[in-house]
């Protein structure tokens, strides 16, 4: 079992990185969205069908724009005041762009579009991390192969807050948490070291932290515009800072061993959708996707 140890909003925040981030010309993420699950009762099935992309591509030939998404379950004790145990789901939505050669595939353009925490115990709190904090976030480019019908993806790493290239180890150096830390950089530019995290509910205001994302990939062809399989998460955050002081807590959160969350699906779509495209027809395009169902609350 992957584990992460955050400082208390850092759990959260790095559960909303992610409540939800909005990016890639969105507005700013509401709060009250993180702790809904997907509804499929809100979908209108057929309204949706005629709507959705159908781009009959090849499954020999990945060469073309997907729209990504993928969920990871964690579970965590919340610190005071809420002080109970509480589930989160956090769910990437992304775009990229695929060249394959042979059974080389290159990848372009990976960029992160949306970042949302659901939570699936009833919790007054949220996060929030503005369209600015997404459109910051580097695109990255990479090779992978292919055997057969299943992908092999890199472990990719980022880090918000703080400068890669400034640790020995940048996926297990411990991350900085003093704001005089020469590795932090200010993120957003707004005058506070690390990433910042805009905090909603029981007690608002704001956290900058340090915050490490690692994940790897494993999908499959299931056709020429489909490719789904199983991801692995490990998220570690350092609280820099906060106001109020008492959103800066440690907390520590342990991914959750769900087989039917922690997935991604890749869609194939047409090249000139960007990220905007993909949220604005979100629920359309990963219509058979819905991680967050089936993950059940923490008895108390």
């Given amino acids: 079992m992957w584990a992460m140890r955050v400082r208390a909003i850092g759990l959260m925040l790095l559960l909303t990185a992610m409540l939800r981030l909005t990016g890639c010309g969105g507005e700013d993420s509401d709060p009250n969205d993180g702790n809904e699950p997907m509804a499929e009762a809100d979908r209108d099935d057929d309204d949706e069908a005629s709507d959705c992309i159908s781009m009959g591509g090849s499954p020999d030939d990945l060469t073309g724009t997907w729209a990504v998404q993928y969920a990871a379950a964690f ?6 005041p809420f002080a109970v145990p509480a589930t989160f789901v956090i769910v990437w939505t992304g775009r990229m762009e695929m060249e394959q050669e042979a059974e080389t595939i290159e990848v372009f353009n990976d960029h992160p579009c949306d970042l949302q925490v659901f939570v699936v115990e009833d ?90 994302w690692i994940r790897q990939l494993h999908p499959s062809v299931v056709d020429g515009d489909t490719l789904e399989g199983p991801v692995d998460a490990l998220g570690t955050l350092g609280t820099v800072n906060a106001d109020p002081w008492m959103l800066d807590q440690e907390l520590t959160l342990d991914a959750l061993e769900y087989e039917d969350t922690n997935r991604l699906q890749m869609i194939r779509i047409p090249s000139e959708m960007n990220c905007s495209d993909i949220l604005d027809r979100s629920e359309c395009i990963f219509r058979d996707f819905n991680p967050v169902a089936s993950v059940p609350p923490i008895s108390r």
């Fill in 75 to 80: 579970e965590t004790w919340l610190p005071t």
């Fill in 123 to 212: 919790v007054d709190f949220g996060i929030i991390f503005t369209t600015a904090s997404i459109e910051l976030i580097p695109s990255h480019s990479y090779s992978v192969s292919r055997n057969g019908d299943t992908l092999i993806f890199p472990e990719g790493i980022d880090l918000y807050g703080a400068d890669i290239d400034a640790f020995d180890d940048p996926t297990t150096d411990a991350l900085p948490v003093e704001d005089d830390d020469p590795r932090l950089v200010d993120f957003e530019s707004d005058g506070h070291p690390g990433f910042t995290a805009r905090i909603t509910g029981l007690v608002p205001g704001e956290v900058y932290v340090s915050l490490r």
